[in-house]
């Protein structure tokens, strides 16, 4: 899974520097989505896709976190129920749903989660907002150069992302 890291930068100028410079970095103009109130101001920017600024991600998020969490609950009544029955042999089961849905669920809450909608005040006063999708092992190299060649841009924090779901 990649991460998505999230940039504002204070005007399309500044946001088309900034994008120069992650293409001369080596990422991917496929990987670069610019965001703004007014799409005129990022007209000869990349595009994000309707799933990007309607965060999917973060709908898939809490979809799944509530599966898990509804899937825990089930397999804990039932190995509770079995286990007053005197049924242990068959409580293996329910206690390996929950054993795995709480391991799920502490790493999910690992998993960096910053999201669109966070932006929403500073996209409202004409900021850009950058998306730059990247492997896991150049965030950091990434944010440094953002940080070092940008200062006005604000860093806005990782987030994940998966090709194969387009999110």
Known sequence: MNRR????????????R?????ET??????????????????R?????????QQD???????RLWGLNLIAFVIALAALITLLIKGLTGWAVIPLAVVISTFVVGLLFTRVPNAHVHEFKEALRHG???????ISRSRVAEIEDLVHHRHPEAVIGGVGWVSKTLHV
């Open 44 to 52: 000869d920017l990349p595009r994000t896709t309707r799933a990007q």
């Open 5 to 16: 890291l999230y940039f504002l930068a204070p005007d399309p100028e500044h946001a088309r």
């Open 18 to 22: 900034i994008v120069g410079d992650l």
């Open 56 to 62: 999917v991600g973060l709908y898939l998020e809490r």
């Open 127 to 133: 900021e850009i907002l950058l998306m730059v999708d």
């Open 25 to 42: 970095a080596g990422v991917r103009h496929n990987d670069i989505h610019a965001l703004a109130n007014n799409d005129t101001l990022v």
